[in-house]
Every structure is written in structure tokens, then in C-alpha cells.
């Protein structure tokens, strides 16, 4: 069974990353008590893996903060996934043309965002299948290492993607990249599928800075 401290951590990680919990907000123990329905100790010990993920700020005497998201921070975050992703992607598909299973799994995730509802749903299922795609390139990466640093980076890569997905033309961009990046894995091509990587990532980034940047321009204001 999922610890106590698991499920509140697991919580309060989901409430930051979809900006339920805004940056820089106060996180009082009394409000997370009531907000979560678990006690002060699971709580403490959850805010404790947060802030090691750099999504809670803890500082003495003071309430424990949600992280800001800062211009500076996004740009480092997107200068290691540039490494790492396009990386991890050319490797997996050298593994498709070796394992069809590899080309299984993608080919049902291209299908899945071909077929995605225009209609309110679309926000939804496109972050669902986005997940997805993650979680799929972390478990198909043959090497442990690399899997591992891009699966360190999730919780703040998430919490961007919340930001990014607040345009509806840049998801609609977004899923056809993703499909791109698939029939890249399933055509077992290294390089096309690093390239529609690195492709996906910049216009990502580029997306987050822009609204980071009005963010920073309307609190001036």
C-alpha cells in the first residue's frame, strides 16, 4: 500500500505542476492539513521530496513557498533536455529496427494523438497522451543512466508544459510534433527522430519563455 507521506506527496506534486498551487504561494500546514485530509507528519515529510525537487521552497520560520518559475530557471531546464532527450530518442530508435515491440508501442501512440477529439476534450487527452509519450521514451531508453536524468527532470519539465499548454495553437503544433517523433521511432531512423526532438523542444521552450515573459510583464504592471 502507498505510504501516507506517498499519497500526500504525490498530491501536492500533481496540485504544483498544474498550477493549482501557484508559484510563490504560501503552503500554511494548517491549509495542507485541510487540503490533503492527512496530518502534520506525512506532510512535512512530503514538502521535504518536494523541495528536494525543487518545487517547494522551505526556509526557516517562514511557511514552506511553491518555487517560482523563473526565465533563467526554464532556459537551464531546456538546456539539459536538449542533451538528454534527442539523445534518448535516437537511441530508441536504433532498438525499433532491432525490436518490433519498440515500434508497437509507438505506432499506438501516434495513433492515439491522430485520433484526438477536436472539441473541449482535446487539452485533456493531449496532456494524457504527452504523459504517455514521456513515460514511453524513459522505459524504451536502453541506457539506465540517461533514462534516469530525464526522469529527474519531470516535475519541472511538467510544471512548464502547464504553461505551454495554455495556448491552444501551440498544442495543436505540439501533438503533430509528437506524431513526428513516433513515425520516427517506427520508421527506426536515429537521426530523424533526434531531429524532430530537437525540433519539438525548441518550439516548446520558446512558447514557455514568451508566456514567462508576459507573466513577468503583467506583475509589472
Known sequence: ????????????????????????????EEMLTAHTGFSRTPIREALRRLAAENLVTLEPRRAPMVAEISIRTARELFDDRRI???????????DAGRDPLVGRDFARLAAAFRSMPDDEGFTARFQELATGFDDLVIARTPNAFLARQISSLRSASARLRTIAHTDDARRGESAREHVEMCDAVLEA?????????????????????????????????
Open 84 to 94: 538528454l532527450e534527442p539523445a534518448a530518442l535516437r537511441m530508441v530508435a536504433v
Open 189 to 221: 531512423s536515429p537521426e530523424r527522430a533526434a531531429i524532430a526532438c530537437a525540433h519539438h523542444l525548441f518550439h516548446v521552450e520558446r512558447s514557455i519563455l514568451d508566456r514567462l515573459r508576459e507573466r513577468v510583464g503583467a506583475a509589472g504592471v
Open 1 to 28: 500500500m502507498t505510504s501516507k507521506s506517498e499519497q500526500v506527496y504525490l498530491k501536492l506534486r500533481d496540485d504544483i505542476e498544474r498550477e493549482v498551487f501557484s508559484p510563490g504561494q504560501l503552503l500554511p
